[in-house]
């Protein structure tokens, strides 16, 4: 039956008010990428934070981003390179899965640390 069905969507940033180099990958496909550290036993995403804890060796900085809260997509929350890479030819807004800023809303969320509205900044880091 044509409605009991999964799909797979390609990705593609939705970042037009975005800072520094996210705002020129606008509607840009995002690609795949899979991080693998040679004698490394541990890579893990540290969200809201700018730096690794004292022990864990950077592997890159950037910007928490996930699907649209209102969305019917299942998301996940993704660390996006500060200096995004994007598919070569792939600028077309086809609206599959949409990467978007992850703000913090106060609450349940603590504010401090926490800032209403912020985007939340995030690090890649290996030990």
């Known amino acids: 039956m044509e ?5 797979v969507h390609g990705a593609e940033y939705k970042t037009h008010t975005s800072p520094g ?11 795949c990428a899979v991080c693998l550290k040679r004698k490394r036993f541990v890579v893990n995403m540290f969200p809201a ?3 690794c804890y004292r022990g ?3 592997e890159y900085r950037g910007y928490l981003m996930a699907g649209r809260w209102n969305h019917q ?15 070569h030819g792939g600028y077309e807004n086809r609206n599959g899965y949409l990467f978007y ?4 809303l106060c ?15 995030c690090v890649v880091c290996s030990k």
């Open 49 to 51: 934070r700018k730096n």
């Open 101 to 104: 800023h992850v703000e913090g």
């Open 73 to 87: 997509a299942a998301t996940s929350y993704t660390c996006v390179d500060a200096h995004p890479e994007a598919v």
């Open 21 to 31: 180099g996210l705002r020129g990958v606008h509607d840009q496909d995002v690609p």
């Open 56 to 58: 864990w060796t950077l």
């Open 3 to 7: 409605n009991e069905r999964a799909y």
């Open 107 to 121: 609450g349940s969320l603590k504010c401090p640390p926490y800032a209403n509205g912020r985007e939340l900044a």
